[in-house]
C-alpha cells in the first residue's frame, strides 16, 4: 500500500544512452514533482505537474522530458544520459493547493 | 532559492529534547514555515508547518517567534530513528506548491 511509489530503485547505464524512471501514487493527489538529489545532497525541483498538465519546469535541460499519461503517474525519460545526470530523483505528490509532500523512496541513477 | 539559515550539524542524546534552529529574517507576512527531513536513503518526510502560532503534532512542536524572524523545532524525546537531516523552508501559501530545500541540518542522536 505504498503510497508513492518509483520504479527502479537503482538504474546503473551508461552515458548516451536513453532511459526511464516511473513514479505512481494512490494517494488521490492532483499535483505530481520530480527532485533531483546530487552527490552534495542539494534536492532541487525539477517539474511540478498538475492534473496531467505541466506547471513548473526549473531550467532542466530538455534531455528530461516528464510525462504524465494520468493524474496518478508521473514518469521521467532521460535522452543521452551524461555522467552529470548521476542522481537520487525523488519522486512527490500532494494535494492541489495543499502544503504537504508526500515523497517517494527514490530513484538512484548511476552513468558510467 | 532557499531563504533559511540553519546550523550544518548538531548532535543530541537519545532521549532528550532536540532543539533545531532556523533563521529566515527576510520572511514575508504570507509565507509558513515548513519542517521536513530525509532519513538516510529515504525520501524527505513532512514533519510540520506554521504561519505564526505555536504548532505541534504528533511528530513534534513548531515554535516561532513574534517577529517570525526565527523558528525552532523540537522533537521532545529523541530516538535514533530521528538521526537525519532536518530542513526549514519558507514559502507563501499560494505558490502553486513548489518547494526550495537548503542544505538543512544533519542531527545525530548519540545513545
Known amino acids: 500500500d505504498t503510497a508513492v511509489s518509483q520504479t527502479p530503485k537503482y538504474l546503473v547505464t551508461q552515458m548516451g544512452n536513453d532511459k526511464s524512471i516511473k513514479c505512481e501514487q494512490n494517494?488521490?493527489?492532483?499535483?505530481m514533482y520530480w527532485y533531483k538529489q546530487d552527490s552534495k545532497k542539494f534536492l532541487k525541483i525539477m517539474f511540478s505537474?498538475?492534473?496531467?498538465?505541466?506547471?513548473i519546469n526549473e531550467t532542466v535541460p530538455n534531455r528530461f522530458s516528464p510525462k504524465s499519461p494520468d493524474k496518478a503517474h508521473l514518469n521521467l525519460h532521460i535522452n543521452s544520459l551524461e555522467l552529470g545526470d548521476s542522481a537520487v530523483y525523488f519522486c512527490?505528490?500532494?494535494?492541489?493547493?495543499?502544503?504537504?509532500?508526500?515523497f517517494g523512496a527514490g530513484s538512484r541513477l548511476t552513468v558510467l | 532559492d532557499a531563504k533559511t539559515t540553519q546550523p550544518t550539524s548538531m548532535d543530541c542524546a537519545e532521549g532528550r529534547a532536540a532543539n533545531l534552529p532556523c533563521n529566515h529574517s527576510t520572511i514575508s507576512g504570507n509565507e509558513y514555515v515548513y519542517w521536513y527531513r530525509q532519513i538516510h536513503s529515504q525520501g524527505p518526510q513532512y514533519i510540520i508547518h506554521?504561519?505564526?502560532n505555536n504548532e505541534t503534532n504528533e511528530m513534534a512542536s513548531l515554535i516561532i517567534t513574534e517577529d517570525r524572524k526565527s523558528s525552532t523545532l523540537i522533537l521532545p524525546h529523541a530516538t535514533l530513528r530521528d538521526t537525519a537531516v532536518y530542513y526549514c523552508i519558507v514559502r507563501p501559501s499560494n505558490t502553486g506548491n513548489q518547494f526550495y530545500f537548503g542544505t538543512g541540518t544533519s542531527l545525530t542522536v548519540i545513545p
Open positions: 505537474y498538475n492534473n496531467k498538465e505541466l506547471i
Open positions: 494517494l488521490g493527489h492532483d499535483t
Open positions: 512527490a505528490s500532494s494535494p492541489l493547493g495543499a502544503n504537504v509532500l508526500t
Open positions: 506554521g504561519l505564526k
